[in-house]
C-alpha cells in the first residue's frame, strides 16, 4: 500500500523557472522528511518538517507542512541544473525510526 | 552529520554466485543500520533493520536466508546476497540512524549490483 503519494511524477523544465513538487498522506504525518538524491547516489536530508503550518526556507527551496498535517510542498524558486535529481519526501510512522518513502518526483532543469 | 561509506560502489556477477556489500559509519557509532533496495526510477523498499550484536529484522517479503545482513560491530554492517539471480540487480543503500531519538537518517553512497 502506497502509504506516500508524490507528485508529479517527473517534471522537466527550463533554467530560471520556478516550480513545487507535492507529497500528502491521507492519514496524518508524524514528521515529514525531503530528500534530494542525485543519479548513482544516496539520498540527502535536505529538511525535516514537524509542525503543521510550519514553514522551511533553504536557499532558494522552500518547504511547506499543511496545517494538518496530512500534505507537504516543496517550492523551488529560479530553478538551476545542479537542482536536478530525484525529490523523495518519507516519514516515519513507527516507533523504531524506520523510513517509509515516497515514489519521488525526478526532475530535470534544463540549461 | 554521519559520513556513511559503502563498498564496493558498483559489482557485477555471475548468475548463482553470492556478493557481499559493506555499510560503515565512519565517524559514528552505529547501533541501528538500515538496508534499502532501489530499483531504476523507483523509490527506496527498506529491507532490514540490522542490530549491533543480534539478529536483523526483516521487512515482509525479503528472504533472510537470501539477503544475510551481519552488524557485528558499531562501524560496520554487511549485506550478502546469496545465489544471486538477475532480479536481484538493483541499487542497494544503507543508512545509519543517528540515535538521536529523532527520524534521522544518514545514507551511504549505495552500491549498484548487476547480476548476469
Known amino acids: 500500500t502506497q502509504l506516500l503519494e508524490q507528485s508529479p511524477q517527473f517534471l522537466s523544465i527550463q533554467e530560471g523557472e520556478n516550480l513545487t513538487v507535492y507529497c500528502n498522506s491521507s492519514s496524518v504525518f508524524s514528521s515529514l522528511q525531503w530528500y534530494r538524491q542525485e543519479p548513482g547516489e544516496g539520498p540527502v536530508l535536505l529538511v525535516t518538517v514537524v509542525t503543521g503550518g510550519e514553514v522551511k526556507k533553504l536557499k532558494r527551496l522552500t518547504f511547506q507542512f499543511g496545517d494538518a498535517r496530512k500534505d507537504s510542498s516543496l517550492h523551488i524558486t529560479a530553478a538551476q541544473p545542479g537542482d536536478t535529481g530525484l525529490y523523495l519526501c518519507a516519514e516515519n510512522r513507527g516507533s523504531n525510526y524506520k523510513l517509509t518513502f515516497g515514489k519521488g518526483t525526478l526532475l530535470t532543469v534544463n540549461p | 552529520g554521519a559520513v556513511v561509506s559503502q563498498h564496493p560502489s558498483r559489482v557485477i556477477c555471475k548468475s548463482g554466485t553470492s556478493v557481499k556489500i559493506e555499510c560503515r559509519s565512519l565517524?559514528?557509532?552505529?547501533?541501528?543500520m538500515f538496508w534499502y533496495r532501489q530499483f531504476p526510477k523507483q523509490s527506496l523498499m527498506l529491507m532490514a533493520t540490522s542490530n549491533e550484536g543480534s539478529k536483523a529484522t526483516y521487512e515482509q517479503g525479503v528472504e533472510k536466508d537470501k539477503f544475510l545482513i551481519n552488524h557485528a560491530s558499531l562501524t560496520l554492517s554487511t549485506l550478502t546476497v546469496t545465489s544471486a539471480h538477475p532480479e536481484d540487480s538493483s541499487f542497494y543503500i544503507c543508512s545509519v540512524d543517528s540515535g538521536m531519538g529523532t527520524d534521522t537518517q544518514y545514507f551511504g553512497p549505495g552500491t549498484r549490483l548487476t547480476v548476469l
Open positions: 565517524d559514528f557509532q552505529a547501533t541501528t
